[in-house]
């Protein structure tokens, strides 16, 4: 079990640039998620995938955010013409069955 | 929207004492509770977790206490130790849904 991995780890971009970040869930895990976090505040839910089928998304998702999981294992997530707002961390965890969601080190997006 | 949140925003306690962390929550739906660690760079840790059919878990050195008469939930750690310093989070689960809702963050300092 090599946990949940996020890819990059740190990402600095210039406003009205497009990014896209990796999530890696535990393997086997079926349920995928994802979470912005800001300093000082606990994670907040963002969208969530049932293997490869996105089944909840939160009002935070505006539409210049996509996610998707096309074969039921890794996940991106892209933010196109990201503003200074987008700036957070974005966390990523998975989980299977009843058992509780395991998160990764997330990716830190900073907009210059 | 409803929230979890947590009375205290840092607490304080000497090594080898017990610590306690309180959270309230108003989600009256909310039938999964978790609480995770969180250390500086790093991602949400999974430290224990209870069901509203609950009111007492154990773990190692943990035990998490739910009321759901007056929705509070509370994380006890024996004998403190410097490595427990870290955010405690506690987050609640709604019947059906896979989104956490997570509260602000108690910051815990460890004094040696």
């Known amino acids: 079990d090599t946990g949940v991995s996020q890819d990059p780890r740190h990402k600095i971009t210039k406003r009205g640039q497009n990014v896209t970040f990796r999530c890696d869930p535990i393997?086997?895990?079926?349920?995928l998620y994802w979470y912005r976090q800001t300093l000082g505040q606990g994670p907040e839910f963002l969208t969530y995938?049932?293997?490869?089928?996105?089944?909840?998304k939160s009002r935070l998702l505006s539409d210049r955010f996509s996610a998707e999981r096309p074969k039921g294992s890794f996940s991106t997530l892209e933010i196109q013409r990201t503003e200074q707002g987008d700036s957070a961390m974005y966390l990523c965890a998975s989980s299977e069955g009843e058992q509780p969601q395991h998160f990764g080190d997330g990716t830190r997006l900073s907009i210059l | 929207g409803e929230s979890v949140g947590l009375h205290l925003p840092t607490l304080s306690v000497q090594e080898g004492d017990n610590s306690i962390i309180n959270c309230a929550y108003s989600?009256?739906?909310?039938?999964?509770f978790i609480w995770y660690k969180q250390e500086s760079g790093k991602g949400p840790q999974f430290i224990i977790d209870i069901r509203s059919n609950m009111d007492k878990r154990q773990g190692q050195r943990v035990t998490v206490l739910l009321n759901k008469t007056v929705k509070h939930l509370s994380l006890q750690i024996a004998a403190t130790q410097p490595g427990d310093s870290a955010v405690y989070f506690c987050a609640d689960e709604d019947t059906g849904r896979r989104a956490l809702t997570f509260g602000s963050g108690t910051r815990l300092q460890v004094q040696p």
């Open positions: 989600n009256s739906a909310s039938d999964y």
């Open positions: 995938f049932q293997n490869e089928a996105q089944l909840e």
């Open positions: 393997s086997e895990h079926n349920r």
